[in-house]
């Protein structure tokens, strides 16, 4: 054998010889038993990086491991393709995205195949490929033939230049992340599936799973958010039949209140939800949404209440969005009467915090212990009172401008004064439902799944819109329904809205003119499902049923932490509404469940400053050629008309330089002949998750050029517990280069000899236990501590047969982490087959047991040698073995221990 591991040469040869041999393919029809293992697969952005790396090796690790412990093994690899990062790469670039997105396929694939990762191929996917969504539309029509998919108006984020809706995450600052534009709230007809009906099922299922993280677990039960409360309606005050109270001495009403009599009818009330009744003493507001109907009908005769919904239209749409805008509120001059008071009177606002889609798009206002309302509540100067103790705190009158959100007991509040939280909240139910104005309700935070998507790359909805049959699903024999390629994106919006001919076609009920649905559907739909479709490819349907049961679910699901509550939940539910129409009898998709921790680097950006608006330069450019300023001295002289922005920059471009101070070339020439844009300076920013927006991604492909795949992988399992981030790290990656190349020397040593080494192979079997034991736990830095301490112990033992065994048995131990080496080594040892193919080597559970023990012999509480002895030896013999000790006889001379302590299997130590 070579004295130097030749990666690249082994590196291909090695993946050759798997790709040709097949060795990877899992086989449905195997008797062994089924080992699924599955990384979250990757959306196709142009390169991957060293956290796809991370993830993508833990899991092949495992597979690996698996494969050797005699499981038939499902291990496949695909692409979630569909998404707006390519629609927005065919505005910028020209290009189309299927074109653009399969280039990045092809790029992505041949790196994953540069790192020997132990993936069957033969299955790969890519959801963006007729053959895989046509199938999914497939299934839509299943579910919308069950009842579990309907249609209705939905409030959404609307940028009115690019003519789109967008997720929550595009909106920044109340405006369109690509074009800038203010966003509104529009509603629109959108598609949406039932995921609400399984909200208990999605909930209980949770205690099942034991394999999962707890902070997973309970986000989505967060998320889920069952609650128990009560529902009841506040009655408005001095509405009557005759309406003759709602104006002084006698007068008519204002029109506004006509308006609500004549929308709401003259018993108009406000019904509301509550999972706090217990706080109802503590109310001073009601607050009803922009889209309520009580808001709109007084609209309807107050141009002040219009103009304030316009202005609500413009803000969030989520919970997230509304807890950190400013809260604002408009007094419609109604009242409400309190349920246990005629003669309180609440104000009724309208609110922007308030949401039609949350609850029943109307809440009451208790301000000491909502922060939201306190806040409300401080700024339209209105009662806030105490009612739940905190501490000593019973004063009625609540200071300050933190609510109280703990618990305490019930005060100021008449018959319920005395009684703790939960006591309360059952007295005021009871009282309620006894009394007919109320009723104790189960409720959830959990909304149905919008799934209508107003862009081009995704799955066509497969639905016909018919004026007189309505929306009909598309006949099976006519999926794929399939996207049109002669698309032009020139103009904002969705290019199937205004495709000449793709979208018209025929009703298939009544065969008039009918118009496809031109939404497509949400990429997380896609990714529901895939998992099912890698068990299992049928050409004529989406899966076949007792092939897909055959592996399902995933025994190990590997993945980050950001995909915990909405993709995970919505597989969940994807897999349950299956089960639901009797297509699977499998209702949890992945039996565990592990969240890595992210590669992180750190990052930098320049900060730009530029001329806020065109028309102020030519002004400044004529006072710096005026004045001969330069373009700092003309921001120090101008600054007001400069904005600044952020450019994030690859490490690599900049430059650290002596001082401390950095420096960017590339940029800094950029803008050498602008007279507009300054760059203010080089800074650093935070160690973070790698990630192409900050351009503190690493690309593995020269990494593994220049020190080959086996260390890179090794580097990516040893320097961190694999749920906690990993920094990337040149001196890293260097350590684990020199540790195989250090392994190989082992391996390539013919140094034989005879006899046992009884220590040596305990320490083996030890280590071939506890590597197992750690691959199957998923601490992969468990494991590689251990192989360092074998290899250690290899290196010093003296040649034997116990060594020549533990040498051999070592490739197999680092075959999942370095396969390209153990490869290698393995054929030269004159070993048959592929190492891929070796068993698991056995252990002997007899020399797990340790029946020798390490003694350390001190002298006056200093350590001055160690021996071993049987393990349990008595007091006597443990001391005579301490005073023949060379050592210590030459330590002593001619005195002896005045005392002599002795705790067995530990230590003796002599007091001399």
């Known amino acids: 054998m070579a004295t130097r591991f030749n990666a690249l040469k082994s590196d291909a040869h090695w993946q050759r010889v798997w790709e040709d041999a097949r060795t990877f393919a899992a086989d449905d029809h195997s008797p062994k038993p089924r080992s699924y293992v599955l990384e979250m697969f990757p959306y196709p952005s142009g390169r991957i990086h060293m956290g796809h790396v991370r993830n993508y090796t833990m899991g092949d690790v495992l597979a690996r491991y698996r494969r050797m412990t005699g499981h038939e093994v499902l291990h496949p690899m695909g692409w979630d393709a569909f998404g707006m990062p390519a629609e927005n790469a065919a505005m910028e670039k020209g290009v189309h995205p299927g074109g653009w997105t399969r280039d990045n396929i092809a790029t992505m694939k041949a790196q994953l195949k540069r790192l020997g990762f132990a993936l069957d191929w033969t299955r790969e996917l890519a959801t963006c490929e007729p053959d895989y969504y046509g199938h999914e539309q497939a299934l839509f029509l299943d579910l919308y033939e069950a009842g579990l998919v309907y249609r209705k108006e939905s409030a959404v984020n609307w940028d009115p230049v690019d003519m789109t809706v967008l997720a929550n995450e595009q909106v920044i600052d109340g405006r369109g992340w690509r074009s800038g534009a203010v966003v509104e709230k529009r509603k629109l007809s959108q598609w949406f599936l039932k995921i609400t009906d399984f909200a208990d099922e999605l909930l209980d299922g949770l205690a099942d799973l034991k394999d999962w993280p707890d902070k997973v677990r309970l986000m989505q039960e967060n998320w889920i958010g069952r609650s128990r409360g009560l529902r009841f309606r506040f009655i408005l005050s001095g509405f009557s039949t005759s309406l003759e109270a709602n104006g002084e001495d006698g007068a008519s009403p204002p029109p506004f209140v006509l308006s609500v009599v004549e929308t709401l009818g003259p018993d108009a009330s406000i019904e509301v939800f509550t999972t706090r009744p217990d706080t109802i003493f503590g109310s001073s507001f009601v607050a009803v949404a922009a889209d309520h109907p009580l808001a709109q009908a007084v609209a309807e005769s107050n141009p002040e209440a219009a103009a304030f919904i316009e202005r609500c239209r413009q803000g969030g749409t989520t919970a997230a969005e509304l807890e950190t805008q400013e809260k604002l509120g408009f007094d419609t001059g109604l009242t409400a009467r309190h349920p246990f008071d005629p003669e309180w009177n609440l104000p009724v606002y309208i609110a922007n915090f308030v949401l039609m889609e949350y609850g029943t798009g109307a809440v009451f206002g208790v301000p000491a212990h909502d922060q939201r309302d306190l806040d409300f ?36 509040s008449r018959f319920l004064d005395g009684m703790d939280v939960e006591s309360a909240k059952r007295a005021v139910i009871d009282r309620a439902e006894a009394e007919g104005w109320g009723q104790g309700t189960t409720v959830y935070r959990l909304r149905d799944w919008g799934v209508s998507r107003q862009r081009y790359w995704g799955t066509p909805i497969p639905i016909i819109h018919c004026d007189a049959c309505g929306p009909v699903g598309v006949p099976k024999d006519q999926l794929p329904v399939v996207l049109p390629e002669d698309v032009s994106f020139d103009v904002p919006g969705n290019p199937l809205d205004r495709h000449p001919s793709w979208k018209h076609v025929s009703c298939p009920s009544c065969g008039a003119p009918a118009r496809r649905e031109t939404d497509t559907l949400d990429t997380f739909v896609d990714s529901s499902w895939y998992f099912i479709r890698f068990a299992s490819q049928p050409k004529d349907q989406p899966f076949d049923r007792a092939v897909a049961e055959r592996w ?59 001329v806020d608006s065109v028309e102020k330069l030519p002004d400044i450019v004529n006072v710096m050629f005026e004045q001969e300023l330069t373009k700092r001295e003309a921001y120090d002289k101008f600054g007001e008309h400069y904005v600044s922005s952020t450019r994030w920059l690859p490490p690599e471009q900049v430059i650290i330089n002596s001082d401390g101070s950095l420096s960017c070339p590339t940029i800094e020439q950029e803008f050498a002949g602008s007279d507009d844009v300054i760059v203010d300076g080089i800074f650093r920013g935070r160690v973070e998750k790698m990630s192409k927006s900050k351009k503190n991604t690493v690309d593995p492909e020269p990494i593994v050029d220049q020190y080959g795949a086996d260390a890179v992988r090794w580097f990516m399992l040893s320097d961190s517990p694999p749920e906690r981030d990993l920094p990337w790290s040149e001196a890293g990656i260097e350590g684990a280069w020199r540790f195989v190349q250090r392994i190989w020397r082992l391996f390539s040593e013919t140094r034989e000899g005879e006899g046992e080494d009884k220590a040596l192979a305990r320490k083996l079997h030890q280590t071939i236990a506890g590597v197992a034991a750690d691959v199957e736990a998923l601490a992969f830095n468990k494991a590689v501590a251990k192989l360092y301490e074998l290899v250690n112990a290899i290196e010093k033992a003296q040649p034997s047969a116990t060594r020549a065994e533990a040498v051999r048995t070592a490739m197999l131990l680092v075959a999942p982490m370095t396969p390209h080496l153990a490869e290698e080594a393995w054929a030269a040892a004159g070993n048959e087959g592929l190492i891929a193919d070796a068993p698991w080597p056995a252990v002997d559970p007899a020399l797990l047991v340790e029946d020798e023990v390490t003694i ?16 349990g030896a008595p007091k006597e013999d443990a001391e005579a073995a301490a005073l023949a000790s060379d050592k210590i006889v030459a330590f002593l001379g001619d005195k002896q221990p005045k005392k002599v302590i002795v705790v067995p299997d530990r230590l003796v130590n002599l007091v001399a």
């Open 377 to 412: 509540a401080r700024k339209y100067d209105l009662p806030v009172r105490r009612v739940v103790s905190e501490g000593e705190q019973t004063d009625p009158v609540f200071e300050g401008d933190t609510a109280y959100t703990g618990p305490g007991t019930i005060v100021n």
């Open 552 to 610: 399902l679910p995933v025994g190990q699901y590997i993945g980050g932490v950001e995909h915990a509550i909405l993709h995970l939940l919505y597989a969940r539910f994807w897999t349950r509404a299956l089960a639901h129409i009797g297509r699977l009898d499998v209702a949890e998709p992945f039996a565990g469940l592990f969240t890595q921790g992210m590669v992180t680097h750190e990052s930098f950006y320049a900060r730009l400053l530029s």
């Open 856 to 871: 350390a012999i001190q002298v006056n509480g200093k350590l001055r040698d160690t021996i071993t002895l049987p393990k």
